[in-house]
């Protein structure tokens, strides 16, 4: 009995091994959980800032290419309006081509037979028969060339009135043309019979049809080349 009582006795004064918790670690427990806290909480603010640093490439890019493809769609692009011609008015025109091939080689024939004429005429002499029979062939084939040319042309520059490409280089080439046309009816009706009884009429001839073909070939350049 005694030795049950006295184990009895030690039972109930012996420490309590039930865990419970300290004020102490409750403390520690509090203190460990709100550092916890603070690191989640610093975490998310730096995934925070990573993705706000991050903003401006997936905000701005769409918003600079929305404004580039809305500035290309406004652009407007100014259309060539087409013009259709008749199959006359390409048949003027190649006949118009084909007969200005003729000019340079008549320009060259009537050249060296008119100064042929005007050395004999100065001097004197017989005019040679070769000269006076190219240069009278010359003539006629000009007139008759500046002719087809004449009509062929401003009937092509009224058939492209409509077309804007081109058009100062056709008005020009025709202001030219026109010109030496008249130049060369002057020459051929007026100074070519009074060559025959002055020096001065002749040279008048001369240096008229000179800068007559001048003008001739200077048109005739402009669409020659302008058309390349």
């Not at 184990?7 to 004020?23: D, E, N, Y």
């Not at 100064?115 to 004197?124: C, F, I, M, R």
């Not at 058939?159 to 026109?178: E, F, K």
């Amino acid at each position: 009995m005694i030795s049950l009582a006295s184990f009895l006795l030690v039972l109930a004064t012996a420490p309590s091994t039930t865990h419970g918790l300290a004020p102490l670690d409750t403390a520690l427990l509090i203190a460990k959980a709100s550092a916890a806290d603070t690191a989640a909480s610093d975490s998310i603010a730096s995934d925070s800032h990573v993705s706000r640093a991050g903003t401006p490439m997936s905000v701005f890019a769409p918003s600079l290419l929305s404004e580039r493809l809305t500035s290309e769609d406004t652009t407007v692009h100014k259309r060539r309006r087409a013009v259709v011609m008749s199959d006359a008015a390409i048949l003027r025109l190649r006949i118009h081509r084909y007969a200005s091939y003729t000019v340079i080689p008549l320009f060259a024939l009537q050249a060296i037979a008119g100064n042929q004429l005007l050395q004999a005429d100065n001097g004197g002499v017989e005019r040679p028969g070769w000269a006076k029979s190219a240069h009278s062939f010359g003539a006629a084939a000009i007139g008759t060339v500046f002719a087809v040319n004449t009509i062929t042309g401003v009937w092509s520059l009224y058939d492209q009135r409509a077309n804007t490409d081109g058009r100062t280089r056709r008005w020009v080439h025709s202001i030219l043309m026109l010109a030496s046309d008249a130049g060369f009816t002057w020459t051929g009706i007026k100074l070519a019979d009074d060559a025959k009884r002055s020096s001065s009429s002749r040279d008048d001839h001369r240096n008229l049809a000179y800068v007559s073909i001048g003008t001739a070939l200077v048109g005739y350049g402009i669409m020659y080349f302008g058309n390349r």
